[in-house]
């Protein structure tokens, strides 16, 4: 089976400062979906960012942006300037290509900003 | 546009009793899905579905039913809740499967005593 693995449980930052987040995930597939999701103290799941494997770009969305390192398997997040709303906690997540029931989510990392 | 929305937001029950969590998506997503969340642990998908009159099992679907009679509505049923059963659930909506964004509602903390 598929694991989504984050081995920082927690990390702090602080407020216009850069952090880097680790995900490293198993699998035997080449085809699959890699994505972060944020979950403020509300508890609602708001997708950050997703890299399809194939693309060999990292995916990049104003602030947040990837190192996808395929043959390490391995998926970190960085913020950049990190603000005070970015105080979360952040999920790692896997979708294999084929498969609409194997989606995987890691044990997450709770990001702390201080100003 | 309300997104996704769950009700209720919080529920206790007692061992062996039944009930239902709602669902609802006016987003016109083909795709549901129903997640629960445990301390230390990231979501563990329950059942999703693909479209009215389609559903099918995730990686934890034991003591749960689901049912999707329209596409805007997609039930969690609890037959007999049991202790194991204390979690957050989660319900997402998205337009074309996993890959796409998912949309999640607020979430219902459950408690079974």
């Known amino acids: 089976a598929q694991t989504v693995t984050q081995s920082q449980p927690e990390m702090s930052v602080q407020e216009a400062e850069t952090v880097t987040l680790s995900c490293t995930y198993d699998?035997?597939?080449?085809?699959?979906?890699l994505f972060w999701y944020k979950q403020p103290p509300s508890r609602q799941m708001i997708l950050v960012i997703r890299?399809?494997?194939?693309?060999?770009q990292n995916a990049t969305e104003n602030r947040f942006s990837v190192n996808f390192q395929k043959a390490a398997k391995s998926f970190s997040l960085k913020i950049s300037d990190s603000q005070l709303g970015d105080a979360a906690m952040y999920f790692c997540?896997?979708?294999?290509?084929?498969?609409?029931?194997?989606?995987?989510f890691g044990a997450g990392t709770r990001l702390t900003v201080k100003p | 546009n309300a997104g996704v929305t769950q009700t209720p937001k919080f529920q206790v029950l007692k061992t062996g009793q039944s009930m239902t969590l709602q669902c609802a998506q006016d987003?016109?997503?083909?795709?549901m899905s129903w997640y629960r969340q445990d301390p230390g642990m990231g979501l563990r998908l329950i059942h999703y579905?693909?479209?009215?009159?389609?559903?099918d099992q995730g990686e934890v679907p034991n003591g749960y039913n689901v049912s999707r009679s329209t596409t805007e509505d997609f039930p969690l049923r609890l037959l007999s809740a049991a202790p194991s059963q204390t979690s957050v659930y989660f319900c997402?909506?998205?337009?074309?499967?996993?890959?796409?964004?998912?949309?999640f509602g607020p979430g219902t903390r459950l408690l079974v005593l």
């Open positions: 997402a909506s998205s337009l074309g499967g996993f890959q796409e964004t998912q949309y």
């Open positions: 579905s693909v479209g009215a009159g389609i559903t």
């Open positions: 699998t035997s597939e080449s085809d699959y979906y």
């Open positions: 987003m016109n997503h083909e795709y």
């Open positions: 890299q399809e494997a194939y693309k060999q």
């Open positions: 997540a896997y979708r294999r290509g084929d498969n609409n029931n194997d989606m995987r």
